[in-house]
């Protein structure tokens, strides 16, 4: 944390080019593909508060804008130090790869790097298999991206192995993992916002796009989670407890604080976005969702919300989500099997049938 606050203090990045890059999935559909992940532009922040030029490209955008677009064309124009490409989806993973093969064939002196989920899974399979991929950051990637942009100013003499959550291939073909982990507290996401929009090219563009196959058909809708963890361990989820300890080098669940969801979520409604997704519930029986709707009521921030709920929504829960979010709005429950027997095995947060439809009944008066 005193390091990251240094280096946006003192404007480490300065005159660093970055370009981060999402590749959705072509010519299936999948629309959640199309869903940039939720940390990028919190990414893009820090890399602009420290001093670094940087933008946010979805090809998926700019190719609907002009089918003549050309990823390779735009970032030679910008020849940036870095290129960051999303690898959170595996659907998306051999177009994104083919993509980063182009690239890296003109623009050999880029680094490139991807993160996500999928890219932190499969970290040393992409480094010993993609040879034009330099890095892949495993887990959070806020200091990280900071610190390998920093090394790479720094050039001949990086440091990588200073780069937390970071494997790099060396000289002789080897994979190499950073000993330094990393993963955010409140007192950096404080520091951050996932609503830099304008570092995204033609971000209105991108919020005509449809998201999912769900019940969010609106455009000008967003996902903004309000924290990262889980506490469950569903056997499904790549997503669980297990998951985030094994693969993305996190322990333990960080929720955001109240003050902080708010003022994200006014950003939200000054750029006119009525709709907020969110799929973050690691303990359903909390107060801190009935607390956060009441202080969402006390700024008059009209919008619709789609909550995916992880268990069943306590009758406090319904009570204030009904009074606070405007008509159309939505709880989202999910048993995963009609299988009690099994329901029991998969589902951390069990619940029988007759509590689910209890809870429904509460839910529908």
Not at 4 to 10: D, I, M, S
Not at 106 to 123: D, H, W
Not at 156 to 173: K, T
């Amino acid at each position: 944390m005193e390091e990251a606050l240094y280096l946006k203090n003192n404007r480490a990045l300065k005159g660093a080019r970055v370009v981060l890059v999402h590749q959705p999935r072509k010519g299936v559909l999948i629309p959640k593909i199309n869903l940039v992940p939720l940390g990028l532009f919190a990414l893009a922040d820090l890399l602009d508060q420290c001093g670094a030029r940087v933008e946010i490209i979805h090809t998926g955008v700019e190719e609907a804008l002009d089918p003549r677009f050309s990823l390779l064309k735009e970032l030679s124009q910008i020849d940036p130090i870095l290129i960051g490409f999303t690898l959170a989806w595996h659907q998306q993973a051999t177009q994104t790869i083919e993509c980063i093969q182009r690239v890296k064939q003109t623009l050999s002196k880029s680094a490139i790097i991807v993160g996500g989920y999928t890219a932190s899974r499969f970290a040393r399979d992409i480094l010993n298999t993609v040879p034009e991929i330099d890095f892949v950051i495993r887990g959070e990637a806020e200091l990280p991206l900071v610190r390998l942009t920093a090394a790479l100013l720094a050039q001949p003499s990086a440091q990588f192995e200073r780069v937390p959550n970071l494997l790099w291939r060396q000289s002789d073909n080897t994979v190499r993992e950073s000993e330094r982990s990393y993963q955010a507290d409140n007192a950096i996401i404080n520091q951050i916002s996932f609503t830099r929009f304008e570092l995204m090219r033609n971000f209105e563009e991108y919020l005509k796009l449809k998201m999912n196959l769900d019940f969010s058909s609106t455009e000008r809708s967003f996902y903004f989670s309000v924290g990262r963890g889980c506490s469950a361990s569903c056997l499904y989820c790549g997503g669980s407890r297990r998951a985030f300890q094994k693969y993305y080098a996190r322990k333990g669940v960080l929720v955001f604080e109240h003050d902080y969801v708010l003022a994200q979520l006014g950003n939200l409604s000054n750029h006119h976005i009525s709709h907020w997704n969110s799929c973050f519930d690691p303990f359903p029986t909390s107060p801190y969702y009935p607390e956060l709707f009441k202080k969402i009521r006390s700024k008059d921030l009209a919008m619709s919300h789609v909550f995916d709920c992880f268990g069943l929504p306590q009758s406090s829960f319904v009570e204030e989500f009904s009074q606070t979010f405007l008509p159309g709005s939505v709880l989202s429950l999910s048993p995963e099997t009609g299988a009690e027997d099994l329901r029991k095995r998969l589902k951390t947060f069990y619940y029988s049938d007759k509590e689910l439809f209890s809870a429904i009944e509460n839910i529908l008066e």
